[in-house]
C-alpha cells in the first residue's frame, strides 16, 4: 500500500500512455481497434485511475502527459518530453504511473530515471499497480528491475512472435499489405 506524507507538497505529473500497434490473435487474424481516431479506451481508464489515487490522497494534479499510440520501447515521445521539460523547470516533483510498463518498456532506461534522473531533480516516481514508490525505502529496487526486464521481454517476445506470424502468412501466398495491389 502506498502511503504519502505531506501529499500538499507535491505537483503531480500523471503520465498515460498505451501503443497503438494491431493485435494479432491466434488464428493469425491483425485486429485493429475500430476507435483508432479516438482516444482508446485504455489511456482513459488509466487517467481515471491514476485521478482518484490523487484524489484519495489530496495530492495536486499539476497536468495529465499522454502518448497514445507510442510504444513503450523509445523514450522519445511527445508528451514523455513535455514531462521531462516541466520536471527541469520545476513545475511537478513526482511522476505517476498506473503500472510500470505504462512509463516504458526498456529496462536500462527505466533505470535510468528511477535510479539517476529522478533522484538529481527530487522527483518522487510511483507505479500505483506494482507498489513502486521511489519515496519509500520499502519499495524495492530488485523488484523494480525484474519487472522493468521483464517488460523489455515482453515487447521483445511480443515482437518475435508478430514477425513469424506475418513470415507465415507471407508463405502461404496471404494478402500482407493493408490496400491491397490493383491490376489494370
Sequence with gaps: ????????????????RLSNENIEVASGEVVVSKDDELESGSISTQKIFNESFCKERNIFIYDHYTDDGVSGA????????RMIKDIENKKINMVIVKDLSRFGRLSSQISYYLEEYFIEKGVRFIAVNDDIDTGNAESSEEITQFKAFFNEWFLRDTSKKIRNGKKTRAKEGKVMTTYPTYRI
Design 1 to 16: 500500500m502506498i502511503t504519502i506524507a505531506n501529499p500538499e507538497k507535491y505537483r503531480v505529473g500523471l503520465y498515460e
Design 74 to 81: 523509445t523514450f522519445d515521445r511527445p508528451d514523455f518530453n
